[in-house]
Structure formats: structure tokens, C-alpha cells
């Protein structure tokens, strides 16, 4: 299937769910309209609310303030994860001795952490983003993990054989190995990091996407509480394809599907 055909498609089921809760929303069903706007708001006016914040330019401080504190989150977890998995699966008793307390951070509710880090941190941007780091670390982590210790003995024995060092083998066989993964787990790092800083906000800022989301929702303003929720996500799109393209600049050698490089 083409790019076009594809994005097309993607579109399409789009424009569907639009529609139909267009529908549902404005026009009598058996005598009943079936989502009450007052609940559910409708498209048309979550899309006025959405144009008359880039027109009035209020949206512009809010989003940029989630950007920075989302990258940061992104950044630093990311980093953090890399790098520390590559570690513990490069150091197999640091990983057993560290195992029960790793999964034991990784158990504590965010929401739980989010009024901690407030506290410690203040109601600035950084502790919006030691939540989206919480939560950005461990998927990367985990997965840099996995992807080292999947590394093909054979392809080990043979790069020994051959006279690689260790840095060799760290750069031919298991970064290359780990970069599967890691790209994989990015992709899911962004909506969290995302998700951080605007949890963070919503509990406690004075600007920030999840401030507008939470300024809408205490006055019962649901096109303003959708109409955030809409632009967060095409937020959440934008980075993620900026992951996509540099992830195929940095997996260029990986064959596609078709089997094609």
C-alpha cells in the first residue's frame, strides 16, 4: 500500500468519526439526540474554540510551554533509560542486585508522585517534567534492556573470533542490536512525556496545555476541554514524526517490510 493510499485511508476514518459525532450530537435520534452536547460538545464549536485561540494568540504561550517541558522529559528519560539499560544488561549481577527495587520504582502510581514533586520542585516546569521522566525512563529502559540481552550468540562468538574489542562489539553488534528497541520504545516515550507534563499542569500550574484543559473543565466549557484534548494530540503527532525521521536516518541499514533497504 502507498504512502498516499495509506494517509488517505488514515484521513478518511478521520472525517467518519467526525461525522458521526456530528450527528449524534446535533440531530434527533428515535426522539433523542444520543451525545448531549452539554457532555459531549460537537465538532463544530471545538473547532471555533480551537481557531479562536490561534486567532487570539492565547494558545501560543501555553504551547510552548508544554513543548519544553515534554522535550526535556523526553530528553532526559530517554538518556537516562539508554543508558543505564545498556548498563545493567552489559553488568548481569548490578542488574540482579538492582532488579526488585527498579520494579518496585516502576510500580508507584504517577499520580501519586505528581503532588511530591510539586512539593519538592515547586509548581515551575520542573516538576512537570520529573513526572514525564517517571514515566519516559522506565519504557526506554526496559526495552534498551531487552534489546542487548537479545543479541544473537552467534553473531557474539563470531565478532570475537575476528579479533573485536569490547568497544567494537558495543558499536557493531550491540548498539545496532538495542536500536530496534529503543526507537520502538520512543515512539510510546513521546505520548508519555507529553502526558507528564500535562498531568503536572493539571494539578498545578498557571500555564501549559493542561492548564486550558483544566481552566475549561472548572467552568463546564466542554468544546474548550475537547478542543485542548484535540490539539494535544496533533502536539503528540508532531514529535512523534520528528522520532520517525530520525529514526530512519539512524536505521537506514534495516530492510523494510517488502525486504527492501
Known sequence: ???????????LVAIVC???WQLLSTVPLFGKILLPPFFF?????VFEQI???????????HLWITLVESILAFVIGSL??????FWF????????VF????????ALPRVVLAPIFALWLGLGIWSKVALGVTLVFFIVFFNVYQGVKEVSRTVLDNGRMLGMSEGQLMRHVYWPSALSWMFSSLHTSVGFAVVGAVVGEYLGSAAGLGYLIQQAE???????????MFVLSAFVILIDYGVTLVERRLLVWRPTVDGRG
Open 1 to 11: 500500500m502507498s504512502r498516499v493510499t495509506l494517509l488517505a485511508l488514515q484521513i
Open 18 to 20: 467526525i461525522v458521526l
Open 41 to 45: 460538545s460537537n465538532p463544530v464549536d
Open 51 to 61: 481557531v479562536k485561540w490561534f486567532a487570539s494568540g492565547v494558545i501560543w504561550k
Open 80 to 85: 537516562g533509560g539508554v543508558l543505564i539499560g
Open 89 to 96: 544488561a552489559r553488568q548481569p549481577l548490578v542488574a540482579a
Open 99 to 106: 532488579d526488585p527495587y527498579v520494579k518496585m520504582v516502576n
Open 218 to 228: 472548572g467552568v463546564f466549557d466542554v468544546a474548550g476541554v475537547f478542543a485542548g
